[in-house]
């Protein structure tokens, strides 16, 4: 039987070597994990052009579960799925820079800060994070932080820019960064331009109390609803002010005090929806 002529030959070792090569390139991007930068400054600049957030990690050589989160979170593939194109991953050595774990007021090892484009911090985590947590918090984080972003450019120019500072924790509060949102609504309340407007400061002030209920605060959500009814005792939402605060002082181990909000609730409002939440909470305390 002939043999193949040589240029044959020549052309089925190209297409040999290519597989080969497509191969290793296909096998070699499954096994590539998350990309991990080590210059915040370097993460911004990636951040900032796609609009995505930032998940911080502080880690040291002696920290025992960042070896674990290591070894078993990370590398998972359903992990370095989550990640890709939604999250920018920073790595952050607590030993090596401590100017920015002081920053970020680090605690202890390992610390998870997930940021905005601009390592503004909207919420953290301490402590060795399970790879289903971690995944859950990355997909349950927005895609897009480009809202956010404006707002931190413009406090940036400005600190104190009252409708930045209002709008930052109004969206803060509609994306589920509770802590994050208060800090940034505590400053506008306390700015002078909040006492020129009573809408927009009771409207501040009831996104607090509200903000401390999600995070189960039940002594500060407490002090902000009873502020709520002191400075605003004819508003529209005062049933919403002493159903709160009836939640609040059960949160704050009050129970008598729960009681006596819920009943002058149903007292004063009788028809309104926040007095049927209360009877049902009196009735199934």
């Known amino acids: ?63 025992g579960p960042c070896k674990i989160m290591d070894a078993e979170v990370y590398p998972d593939p359903a992990v370095i799925a989550a990640f890709k ?46 790879k289903d ?27 104190n820019h009252f409708p930045s500072l209002r709008d930052m924790g109004l969206k803060l509060r509609e994306f589920g960064f509770y802590d994050a949102s208060n800090r940034f609504l505590d400053r506008a309340f306390k700015h002078r331009d909040s006492k020129k407007n009573l809408a927009e400061r009771e409207t501040i ?14 002594k500060s959500a407490a002090a902000r609803l009873e502020q709520c009814l002191q400075e605003f005792p004819q508003s529209p939402r005062k049933p919403d002010f002493l159903l709160g605060l009836g939640r609040a002082y059960a949160l704050d181990k ?18 309104s929806p926040a007095a049927a939440q209360a009877r049902d909470l009196l009735r199934f305390p």
């Open 85 to 130: 194109g939604k999250m920018i991953g920073v790595r952050i050595h607590f030993d090596m820079q401590q100017e920015l774990a002081r920053k970020y007021n680090v605690p202890g090892l390992p610390y998870l800060s997930f940021a905005n484009s601009y390592g503004t911090e909207l919420m953290h985590h301490r402590g060795l994070l399970e």
């Open 133 to 159: 947590d971690l995944i859950a918090v990355v997909k349950a984080f927005p895609a897009d932080v480009s809202e956010i972003n404006r707002l931190d450019r413009a406090l940036r120019q400005d600190k």
């Open 1 to 63: 039987m002939a043999s193949a002529p040589r240029s044959q030959k020549v052309l089925w070792a190209a297409a040999f070597l290519t597989l080969l090569a497509s191969s290793a390139v296909g096998a070699q991007q499954e096994q590539e994990g998350i990309y991990w930068y080590n210059d915040l400054k370097e993460a911004v600049k990636a951040a900032e052009q796609s609009n995505l957030p930032m998940m911080i990690d502080f880690w040291a050589d002696w920290c």
């Open 254 to 271: 009050k129970p008598s005090r729960a009681r006596k909000s819920l009943e002058r609730l149903i007292a004063e409002f009788p028809g």
């Open 205 to 218: 002030l009831y996104s607090m109390a509200q903000n401390w209920l999600q995070l189960r605060d039940g």
